[in-house]
């Protein structure tokens, strides 16, 4: 009876002592072994329940004393299997603690548990970790994608099992499937938060990110894992972490906001359509100025290829270690350390990490590497310039974050050859302009289609997280789209 | 037909940083294997490199001793690559941007002349773990995995083994004396490869090269060349090619023996450490890390030249770093009496540090006790074997030299007026002997002092008796 409630709802309840941390985690345990949507990779059952009987007298000023929370499967986790959904780590137990599950053990949030993804975090549509498919809880049908790659963090926090969860962003993993499961998704800065114990996919892409279900808390959330942290992440910002949540106040005269128009030319559903003139309506109506700015289409369509290059190059150095010698299973008899390697990894890695790992080595190659490592490098510097351009002259980015509501769950996940036409691929893969600059990006969900939710994004400059907030604030207080949740929806 | 030799040699030093190059585990060699880990020195996903201070102020530190460029901000690349001692399936080094680049070194050559020797680059970069090979296993010890390197790459203007060799002496000796590692090549903590071709004098064009690994002496390094020249002169005068391949150096025959031809070279795919954002380092920074640097062996070497050691002497003395800042510490008690400690180093000492296999800083005499040792015998206070006897206590008790003298007695009586007593009397113990000096016989001096030593045990100054003993003969 208390699914589908915010960390703030929670928290009241908690100090007020109407609930206990432990009946909340033993409510959440509960709902997930009645899990339809494949999003468990290890229930911590034991350890939760543990941890939520040692919590008694609440925290008052600590918003997440006593809450359940889901980790995707890519942190690691003291004691607790970390899979990363890959074959090749399937026993792994790491020996320490990622810094931002550190912080929530220190703040008293309870793991509940970790969830699936895109194998590796590598992939965008929740089909291909070693579980199988994980599926959208909006679509018993089980037809349409949640999206990826951090599927199963997306679908437990949807169900309103948790009020929020970890989820990591290298390309969009967080903020497309937030739009799929009606959530807010947030990617902030690169090195606002720290990466230590985030499995790397691409480094200078990758963020830890999360989902929330309301603005609000998802401003407690960054106001608890931001930070520096200086002997584990030398990438880490040694800014000073703002209070983000107080910092909210709606007041957004004045601000200017900027959508661009080659991405929204990729539209293709009608109400997606009416809901961004709507939004530009009530975000002019709030006082803000709203302007549609453009960008070579050239520069827009190369984000995706020259993503994958950058992406896939990282990744394969920053999976090497992976090689059956200190990980992965040791299969078959083997007499050489060549062998152990070819055996682990060719057992150990699903078909389109292989794939992957292909194309990022063939692009550093010496013999490549000026034709496609070096000039997707110049890409992105490109497009960053252009973005930052943009944002001299603007407080935020507003774009959809999909061209469409709902997308089909296909079984070859990867469409790296498969060909879309250029405005689709523009809208579908723009998210990743976060990314190559590493800029605050929120989606916050403004519809629901046939009872499908979706989100928009909203992109800031860097470290002005306070702006991206209250701004995407707003436009929840006026859409009236808080705390979605299957939960609610059965409710209503 | 004429050839000459042209080598180039890339040098990996090991640093004695407190932690290692990226991770907080300690650097410590000999300790029970895979006890010095930390989860990133074993590519736990998720642990990301942190960069070691000390380590890069030794690589200024290096690079402003090899007269090289410092670059004013850190990059770090990954070099990717498979194998079984690489922990993390590639190495953080510095492939674009090395700290250093462009520097020499001057080698003073046996015919007295000075060769500069061009040094390419100067770059920081990581361990590798130990592997031991069983019988039909290999165990890992991650214990060396991620220990601090430094790489020195030299230009291939090396003409000779002997070049060769003087040239690892100097890098060596930088490195032992900045205090960067111990340089010990038989124990693998400054390890060289050498690459050797050969060409006709007067040609501008490079020889197939050969690179020769496993030499653990800065004489074997020229041994091995030596050997390789000889052997690609021969295969090229008997019209054989000489081949691309990597050879180690047998130290039981004395020549290269082949280890694996080279194949096609392998793709590194390098590209910028993602994890690592590029380091600025300030002026300040890098003035700091030169001006607090160790001295150099060169420049004690002008230091002790100027305190009068001959250049023979001061080079001795530099053979052993811990021996040099001992003899430093001395001179800063009386510089005047620099001969006199340097003897007693190279002397004494030394036999009694030989004798005992130990280093000098067990030596439980402190430099203010071995010249108040010294002292003592300008004082005339002890003569110089009556020295000898202290020092063997002072290495025993650590005690100051006096208190030892006085506590066996073997102080030595200077005292004019006392002295003069036992003149006195031993003269009229002895009065043939004031007949003998009488008769022109000086033999009556020494036979007189003699007598004194023996009943007085050496405690009393000779010169001071002999003094006494002649004048009071003049009296009677």
């Known amino acids: ?492 | 037909m004429n050839f000459e030799a042209v080598i180039g040699i890339e040098i990996h030093v090991e640093m004695k940083t407190k932690s290692k190059m990226f991770s907080s585990s300690p650097v410590a060699f000999a300790k029970e294997a895979n006890t010095l880990v930390s989860p990133l020195d074993i590519a736990f996903p998720g642990t990301m490199p942190i960069v070691n201070k000390q380590a890069v102020i030794n690589a200024i530190r290096v690079s402003n001793a090899l007269h090289m460029e410092i670059d004013n901000e850190l990059h770090f690349d990954r070099k990717n690559y498979f194998y079984s001692d690489l922990p993390k399936g590639f190495q953080i080094t510095q492939d674009q941007r090395p700290i250093g680049k462009n520097g020499y070194v001057d080698v003073k050559l046996s015919n007295g002349t000075v060769k500069r020797i061009e040094i390419e680059r100067l770059h920081m970069e990581e361990d590798t773990c130990k592997q031991l090979h069983m019988a039909d296993y290999t165990l890992l010890d991650y214990n060396r995995a991620g220990t601090p390197l430094i790489e020195i790459v030299s230009r291939p203007s090396i003409r000779s083994g002997e070049e060769a060799m003087k040239y690892v002496e100097a890098i060596k000796s930088i490195v032992v004396f900045t205090d960067v590692s111990d340089g010990k090549m038989e124990e693998g903590s400054l390890r060289c490869d050498v690459n050797v071709s050969i060409r006709p004098y007067g040609s501008d064009k490079f020889g197939t090269k050969v690179e020769v690994k496993n030499l653990n002496s800065t004489a074997n390094v020229q041994r091995a060349i030596d050997f390789e020249v000889k052997r690609q002169t021969k295969l090229l005068l008997s019209g054989v090619k000489v081949e691309q391949e990597t050879r180690r150096f047998d130290e039981m025959k004395r020549e290269t023996v082949l280890m694996r031809k080279k194949t096609d070279a392998i793709d590194y795919k390098y590209f910028e450490e993602p994890n690592i954002v590029p380091i600025k380092l300030s002026d300040d920074f890098i003035q700091n890390a030169i001006s607090t640097c160790p001295e150099l062996a060169s420049q004690k070497l002008e230091r002790y030249i100027k305190v009068g050691l001959t250049e023979e002497e001061a080079n001795q003395m530099l053979q052993n770093r811990l021996m040099a800042s001992y003899f430093d510490e001395c001179l800063k008690i009386n510089p005047k009496r620099a001969k006199a400690y340097w003897n007693w180093l190279n002397g004494d000492i030394l036999a009694y540090l030989n004798k005992n296999e130990i280093e000098i800083t067990s030596l439980k005499v402190t430099p203010d006790n071995l010249d108040s040792l010294i002292d003592m015998i300008e004082k005339s206070t002890l003569s110089f074997n009556q020295a000898r006897n202290v020092f063997e206590k002072m290495t025993i008790d650590n005690k100051s030299a006096s208190l030892i003298a006085d506590e066996s007695g073997l102080k030595q009586n200077s005292n004019e007026d006392e002295i003069r007593k036992i003149v006195l009397q031993t003269i009229e113990e002895f009065p043939q002997s004031v007949v003998d000096y009488k008769a022109g016989k000086d033999r009556a001096v020494g036979f007189l002092v003699g007598q004194i030593m023996k009943k007085t045990k050496g405690k009393v100054n000779p010169q001071i008796t002999s003094k006494l003993v002649v004048e009071i003969l003049k009296t009677k």
């Not at chain 1, 941890?51 to 942190?75: Q, R």
């Not at chain 1, 053990?105 to 793991?111: D, G, N, Y």
């Not at chain 1, 999360?210 to 960054?222: C, N």
């Not at chain 1, 060719?346 to 496609?372: C, D, M, Q, W």
Request: a negative charge; aromatic letters at 8%.
């Open chain 1, 1 to 492: 009876m208390y699914l589908g409630k915010t960390i703030e709802e929670l928290h009241e309840l908690l100090v007020s002592k109407k609930v206990t941390p432990l009946e909340l985690t033993k409510e959440a345990i509960e709902a997930l072994k009645k899990d339809q949507t494949n999003a468990l990779e290890t229930l911590c059952e034991k350890e939760a329940i543990e941890f939520a009987s040692s919590l008694i007298e609440p925290e008052v000023d600590n918003p997440f004393w006593g809450i359940p929370y889901a980790c995707k499967d890519n942190f690691s986790t003291k004691g607790i299997l970390t899979t990363a959904s890959s074959n090749i780590l399937k026993d792994y137990v790491p020996v320490f603690d990622a810094t931002v599950v550190e912080k929530l053990k220190a703040a008293k949030a309870v793991l509940i548990c970790k969830t699936t993804l895109d194998e590796l975090a590598m992939g965008g549509t929740g089909t291909s970790g070693h579980k199988g498919i994980t599926y959208n809880p909006y679509d018993p049908s089980k037809t349409y994608k949640i999206g990826g790659s951090s599927c199963g963090s997306a679908s437990v926090c949807a169900q309103g099992i948790v009020p929020f969860s970890l989820g990591s962003d290298t390309g969009d993993s967080v903020r497309k499937p937030a739009s799929y499961a009606g959530l807010v998704g947030v990617k902030p800065t690169w090195g606002r938060i720290s990466r230590f114990g985030l499995f790397p996919f691409a480094p200078s892409l990758d963020h830890v990110g999360y989902f929330t279900r309301s603005v609000k808390d998802s401003a407690l959330v960054l106001s608890l894992l931001a930070g520096e942290d200086l002997t584990h992440d030398a990438t880490c910002s040694t800014k000073p972490v703002e209070d983000y949540y107080s910092l909210i106040n709606g007041d957004i005269k004045g601000k200017k906001i900027a959508y661009i128009k080659e991405i929204n030319e990729g539209i293709k559903d009608q109400c997606i359509k009416d809901k961004f003139n709507e939004c530009i309506d009530i975000l002019r109506e709030k006082g803000a100025e709203v302007n549609e700015v453009s960008i070579d289409k050239k520069i827009l369509s190369a984000i995706y290829p020259s993503y994958m290059v950058i992406s896939c190059a990282e990744a394969t150095s920053n999976n090497a270690n992976l090689d059956g010698i200190k990980f992965g299973p040791r299969v078959g008899e083997v007499s050489t350390y060549q062998e152990v390697m070819i055996n682990a990894r060719t057992k150990g890695f699903g078909e389109l990490i292989k794939r992957r790992f292909v194309i990022g080595s063939y692009s550093l190659l010496s013999a490549n590497k000026e034709e496609l490592f070096i000039k997707a490098q110049r890409i992105r510097h490109l497009i960053v310039d252009k973005v930052n351009e943009v944002l001299k002259n603007y407080d935020a980015i507003l774009a959809p974050c999909s061209g469409k509501v709902k997308s089909p769950i296909v079984n070859n996940s990867d469409n790296i050859f498969s060909d879309i036409d250029v405005d689709s691929m523009i809208i579908e893969n723009h998210l990743g302009i976060g990314n190559f600059a590493g800029l605050p990006s929120i989606s916050i969900p403004v519809g629901i289609d046939q009872g499908m939710p979706f989100d928009f994004n909203l992109t800031c400059k860097a470290f002005d997280e306070v702006n991206m907030f209250n701004l995407a604030y707003s436009l929840e207080k006026e859409l009236n789209l808080v705390n979605l949740s299957t939960v609610k929806k059965v409710n209503e």
